[in-house]
């Protein structure tokens, strides 16, 4: 069948109409007929099956049952009438039961027939109901196909309610596939459909819809979870080789004398090997002539920071300027003055730039790097600010990215340098996203597929593992026990409170209380207390944090505030209360506060005894590993993709069939080919490709995958 015919509407297919085409758009997205064919079941189930009511249980699966209505009644309600059938076989009798369109149904319905009533069951006073079954004659039921796998697609509630129900759509696709002479265009080459067996987009289509057996339809649905992650990876992979060749980016051509002064003389200690490696990645990066666009991942504690620095120094040995970005001033503050500590003795200029900078000081530094006597400028959103412009612009490097939007990024790259001042000629800076948040590896190649990504897997030498318990509420005496023998020893503990946007009154109360109980416990002048909270004043948390860091107090008591960064190597313990309420990701960040010196350290879970099954996980997971990866891994399967960072964003993952994580294999297996296919055919010019080219066209043409920063 041509595809012009599969593009339109699906008003004209018999049936439909101009109110159900226009339903069908706004509640699944269906606009055309080749929309109505890719869209899938998401389960099958026997309709061979039969249950007599004696037979029926409680446990919310939908059933199957014949029977006669003997009694029709009309219920007032308040809102409205409800209309309630009684359903009766040789074994007993139920209700069905329809809360709106009574009167529709009511003429409609024939007492004393047999019917198959079909749906879900609730037990309600004593009997079970089924409510708004889908009812078929006996008669009918007969004509029909029966099968053990009849399809159910996902509904919506309107749907239901104005009568597109799983069989009205069951219907449609049958008109659909009459109307096709069940043909479809082939989207894939003939050697991938050799190569990895995979059955004709017909066949698959045919058997997604109305499998024949349980074969068919396991390979119409490898068929089509591979066509979908194949496309996607073509138009991420394709993207990321116009962008190479496309472009431009400033050369770093030599390492200089910043750079090769401070590795001599400055660098505190020698470098991982997983820092060398990334380095030299990004070497490769910033003297090739294309723009870098480079995601460094590496987990707490891992030495992100004199990546970023030695990077920063490559541009400047080439004239360039370069910041760093991260995304609260306290970071900003600890980063600027790491780095004028380890810079010492280099005449490098550095400044800090945030929020809470004061007008003179703030213009003078616009000045400075303006003229281009300021060579680094670390600091926070505040130099976003279209105020804010370099003489020229290097590198821009962005601290713990989950924090930034796209639209951030995006600033940055504007603020390009200008070799001859003109805006349209900026040549964007080398862009490093510096991450803790480790993203599976699968995972990462669907939502970063355009960006290039460095990896540090290994921790610095002489870290010893953090210690992670789980303790009760109730044991909270022994842990304040603990929590005073490490002080003794000269260390400092944090304590730390949930404070979620919903239930913001009561979680400061807990903190609060919390506090309290504290100073009760840790009473001056034995003991120093700072807390620090989202609702005090910028200023005033820094001072708190500082006497923190400056080792003046010894418990610092805070919400998720600290979540992000820090450095306190003194710090040996974490005890985090309501544990069962943080994700896993935020239990594992918080954890990556400590363990930062070559002291033991421990991470202390508190909560009640009403834990989730899910919470349960959580923590378990905690105690067993402090593996980043390992973790996220977990994190992913609770919770699914959709909420990790930069997910939502990439719409990548609004997948049809395939599921990033079960599929994992089909996804690297289309990530090679279509790897293989643009290497051998960039354009996709070859006819061998033309399926794959038109098919290619269709979806980019549909929507624009991404903006160009990612
Ligand atoms: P993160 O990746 O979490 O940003 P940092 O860059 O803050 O980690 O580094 C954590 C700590 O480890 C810092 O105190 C840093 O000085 C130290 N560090 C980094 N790299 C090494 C290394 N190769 N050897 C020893 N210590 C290191
Ligand atoms: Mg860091």
Redesign the pocket.
Do not use: H, Y
């Given at each position: 069948m041509s595809s012009t015919y599969l593009h339109t509407s699906i008003e004209y297919l018999k049936g439909v109409g101009p109110a159900r085409a226009d339903l069908l758009r706004k509640e699944l997205g269906i606009r055309t007929l080749a929309d109505l064919a890719n869209f899938f079941p998401n389960r099958y189930i026997d309709r061979t099956q039969f249950l007599t009511i004696k037979q029926l249980q409680q446990n919310a699966s939908e059933v199957q049952v014949i029977g006669k209505i003997t009694e029709l009644k009309t219920v007032q309600q308040k809102r409205g009438t409800r209309l309630v059938a009684t359903f009766t076989d040789k074994t007993g009798t139920m209700e069905l039961v329809w809360f709106r369109g009574a009167k529709w149904i009511k003429e409609n319905l024939k007492v004393n027939t047999p019917y198959v009533a079909f749906g879900r069951v609730n037990w309600f006073h004593g009997q079970f109901n089924m409510p708004h079954p889908d009812l078929e004659l006996v008669t009918e039921y007969k004509k029909g196909l029966q099968t053990t796998m009849q399809p159910v697609y996902p509904s919506t509630e309107n749907l239901t309610n104005k009568g597109v129900t799983n069989k009205a759509i069951v219907k449609m696709m049958k008109h659909l596939f009459v109307a096709v002479n069940t043909t479809f265009e082939e989207t894939l080459s003939k050697e991938l459909l050799d190569k990895l067996q995979l059955i004709s987009k017909s066949e698959a289509l045919l058997n997604i819809h109305f499998p024949k057996n349980q074969q068919l339809l396991t390979k119409a649905q490898q068929r089509l979870k591979f066509e979908e992650l194949f496309f996607i990876q073509l138009q991420l992979i394709r993207k990321k080789l116009i962008h190479k060749s496309k472009i431009k980016g400033n050369v770093f051509e030599k390492v200089g004398s910043y750079f090769n002064k401070f590795y001599n003389n400055n660098i505190?200690?020698?470098?991982?090997n997983a820092?060398k490696r990334v380095l030299k990645e990004i070497r490769k990066d910033v003297k090739s002539g294309a723009q870098m666009n480079r995601l460094l991942q590496?987990?707490?504690?891992?030495?992100?920071?004199?990546v970023a620095l030695l990077t920063m120094l490559m541009a400047l040995d080439n004239g360039f300027q370069a910041a760093l970005i991260a995304p609260t001033e306290i970071l900003a503050t600890q980063h600027y003055n790491a780095i004028l500590a380890l810079l010492h003795g280099l005449d490098i200029h550095i400044d800090l730039l945030t929020g809470s900078v004061k007008t003179k000081k703030r213009k003078e530094i616009h000045e400075r790097l303006e003229n281009g006597s300021l060579h680094i400028l670390i600091g926070t959103h505040a130099l976003l600010e279209d105020k804010v412009q370099f003489k020229n612009l290097g590198l821009a490097i962005i601290d713990e990215q989950h924090r930034f939007g796209v639209a951030q990024r995006a600033k940055m790259w504007m603020k390009g340098s200008r070799p001859d001042g003109e805006l349209k000629k900026a040549i964007p800076p080398h862009i490093l996203v510096?991450t803790?948040t480790p993203i599976p590896r699968t995972l990462a190649m669907s939502v970063y597929g355009d960006l290039d990504i460095s990896v540090?897997d290994e921790l610095?030498?002489?870290r010893k593992q953090i210690i992670t318990a789980h303790r009760y509420d109730s044991n909270r005496l022994s842990v304040f026990k603990f929590m005073k023998e490490e002080i003794a020893k000269g260390r400092q503990v944090y304590v730390v409170y949930p404070l979620i946007e919903e239930s913001q009154k009561l979680d400061f109360k807990d903190l609060m209380d919390g506090y309290d109980s504290i100073t009760r416990e840790f009473p001056k002048p034995d003991y120093q207390i700072s807390i620090v909270h989202g609702k005090m004043k910028g200023a005033d948390k820094e001072f708190e944090m500082n006497r923190f860091l400056k080792g003046e107090t010894q418990i610092m008591v805070a919400t998720t505030v600290i979540e992000v960064?820090v450095?306190i190597?003194n710090a040996s313990v974490m005890v985090i209360e309501s544990a069962e309420r943080f994700g896993l990701s935020q239990l594992h960040q918080l954890r990556?506060r400590v363990g930062?010196g070559a002291e033991q350290s421990y991470c202390i879970l508190m909560t009640s005894f009403k834990l989730t099954a899910d919470a349960k996980i959580r923590l378990e997971t905690m105690v067993n590993t402090n593996d980043g990866f390992e973790i996220a891994e977990v994190d992913l399967k609770l919770r699914g993709p959709g909420d990790l960072m930069g997910t939502q964003q990439s719409g990548v993952l609004n997948l049809r069939i395939a599921d990033i994580i079960k599929d994992a294999p089909i996804l690297k297996r289309a990530r090679e080919l279509a790897i293989e296919v643009l290497y051998k055919d960039p354009n996709l010019e070859n006819t061998a490709n033309k399926n794959i080219k038109k098919t290619y066209r269709q979806i980019t043409k549909n929507r624009a995958i991404w903006a160009n920063i990612s």
């Open positions: 505190p200690f020698e470098l991982t820092q590496g987990d707490v504690g891992s030495g992100k920071t004199i510096m803790a540090i610095p030498p002489g960064g450095n190597r990556g930062r």
